[in-house]
């Protein structure tokens, strides 16, 4: 019986990663006593273990072992649990994740870092070992350099087989150990007539002559010990064990090669060239490399998400069958019946549609759930005192949101971590706690996601941002600035306001490519801060990349649509609102604020009859704080649409953030504001640049 | 029409008869297509399929000769007029003008583009030691986008580098 194992190798490294992170969250909430926890971290180090060797990934398997026998003791209540093992065995989890990956992508990984921590938990078992009490298990004679002989009797229940566990497998892994023995006793074979060729009739005496330790051997046996008799007797070397089998073990490997050709009944393939392990698992990830490359993902879902969606279609289904009959003897007496059904048509349609997109939401802890293990290790790193709190973790994201979150929301718990919390000494002396609380909060508003990244730390130094920003030439020094608008420069390109660069931030790079990320995502980041009391980042994302709320509106012969996300509101121009100043810039009062006016047919060069401001259509939206009115010539419907890309088949448009598909099939544009807003102040700069060559100033920083 | 389904039924090489046609093919398969009165190729290949014209929706602030995207089967193709790209005769829409979508296959990618053309002719058969090289004396298409000339009985048709022409046009707008 031979299955190709390989194809639940993307199984197996899914679970793997869920069950390291499930024994991430569980060490660093580990404490004495809690016994369910630690049973359940042992459960996921053993699960993956067992999963490595099924696929032949020993190095995973090896060092998964003595993560395991570290968590053994601690689940036998045979070692304490200090913070220093915790540690150790955070470390492992980190090394068995780059374990992992590279099997996975067949790549190279980091030999030294995974020795050292290897060194370092055989060091910690030993140095229990050595000290404490003289626990004399067997493990403790075993470690001893000698080999050991030890008889193996394995009779295996009728059904073995049928479970999946194939003996050979077993023998090889053995044969892994040491020098293996085979013998198979046929006895209880039936008559050829009644044998069952799914049922397993032989049992087997294994010698085997190993350093292995017995629980090594148990290991092996551990995933068929309820479907067998297993009995594993040690005879010791230095003991008068009455079997010659002794002397046989004293000699030269090659002879008991020999012998075990000779006496194994059982023709245990490739049992011979099986110490080579290095070569087998070059092999095997080998053969996964072209898979990680194309990673096209999976996602899990709920039964009761699929459940309903079938529902769903059911409905479809017996509204389409309800429209086909209608329509088959159709007269103006049924019409009204026809608009019902089409109403339900579209109901259903609706519906699907959500239900869909619920397929790809998951949950926001996915995300969160490296954050606790971040800033216990910055915590440690930088010697504050902190904890984190996480609400809303259940709020649900589209999973391609939710990927490329990830890496900005890391940087930004750094920065709070790094900037935000003081140390515990300024704590102290400004009256607060010692301890820091860092919070991570994710809700929904509206059609969006709200994640809050917020401190109890100092706050921004307005003052300092804003020297800093002179200094390095962003704003002029007369200017005066509105808190966001300083708070903002924090995400300028080479700003940093550390004092000194340390290796968690302070490089001044990456807020910028922040808010880049997010900004690529279609969502925006505020800052909000009070001096002495801490400082609020709120990151708005879309729900979803690929289905968006948009507003269509008519511009010369071309429909564009503006995401309904940005849109503040629309309304007819009136007079005695209209300004002209600076020059040629028209402005509108809207209440207190003056919007500046950019009309759609002069930014994208599109002829249009309306071209007179006054009574034109103005579309107000906002990106980043910046209020725009978008002249447009007519208002149509409101409605969702979905996200096609340029990209694909053509380039970036400056001011264009995709295509779409209308409902009579043609194409229109989906704006992007901030894109847009860019636009009109390049070329605000280019026709300033070409009235006065010489004034180079920044002018036009802000509209 | 589906040119690509059509070409995958002929065999390279041999007689063979579809529908009662009779002919004969080796070597590859070139489609050709006239521009003003000028003759050109592009591998057969390529093809993705030969639409009638239809009126694209405008890309802000492309080059001319960009006119636009169009939706084929969900798909968002934008549509060159190679008569402007390449400055040969009127760029006018009748309806004899057609647009022929290309896909080109790269390593890690495949764009689908469409372009504009006066009008379908017919497919050549050529075989790869009959494709000259294109003598270097100026003319309005650019040299990069030149794979050779084929002689066609009294006419010289201008082979097409497809590759060359999806990639283009992200330096033209540059410039």
Known sequence: MTVD????????????FEGLELMESGLL???EGDSELIHSIFRAAHSIKGGAGTFGFENVTDFTHLVETLLDEMRDGRR??????????LESVDCIRLLIEAARDGEEYDNEKIEQTSKRLTATLDGKDN???????TEEVIKSPNDVEYLIHFVPELSLAKTGNDPIFLFTALAELGVLTIEADSSSLPALNDIDPLELYLSWQLKLISSASIDDIKEIFEWVEDECELDIIIIDKDNSAPSSTVQDAEQSSNEQVKEVK????????????TPNPSEVTKESTAAIKPKAKSDVGSIRVGVDKVDSLINLVGELVITQSMLSELGSDFDMSKVDRLTNGLEQLLQNTKELQESVMRIRMLPISFAFNRFPRLVHDLANKTGKDMELVIKGEQTEL?????????????HLIRNAVDHGIESSEVRLANGKPKQGVISLDAYHQGGNIVIEISDDGGGIDRENVFSKAVEKGLVDANATLTDSQVYDLLFEPGFSTAAEVTDISGRGVGMDVVKRNIQALGGRIQVDSTPGEGSTFKVNLPLTLAILDGQLVKVGTETYIIPLISIVESLQIEKEFLNRVSGDMDLYRLRDDNVPILPIYQLFNINTQCTDLDNALLVVVESDGQKVGLMVDDLLAQQQVVIKSLKDNYQQVLGISGATILGDGSVAMILDIPGMIQMALEKAQRIQLKKYPNHTDKVGEYI | MNIQAMANEIPAEGEHSIEGIDFITSGDQYLTFTLSHERYAVDILCVEEIRSWERPTIIPNSPTYIQGVINMRGVIVPIIDLRLKFSIGEASYTETTVVIVLTYQDDDASRTMGFVVDAVSDVLNVEAEEIKPAPQFGGCVPPQYIEGLINAEANVVTLLNVANLQLLEKDDNHA
């Open chain 1, 5 to 16: 194992l390989s194809q639940f190798i993307p199984s197996f490294l899914e679970e793997s």
């Open chain 1, 29 to 31: 909430n580990l404490q």
């Open chain 1, 80 to 89: 304490e649990i200090t913070s220093e093992d915790t540690e150790i065995l």
């Open chain 1, 131 to 137: 000290s404490k009490e003289a626990c004399v298990n």
């Open chain 1, 262 to 273: 000779e006496t194994q009944e059982v023709e245990v393939s490739s049992l011979t060239d």
């Open chain 1, 398 to 410: 589209d999973k391609t949101v939710m990927e490329q979150i990830g890496d900005p929301l890391v």
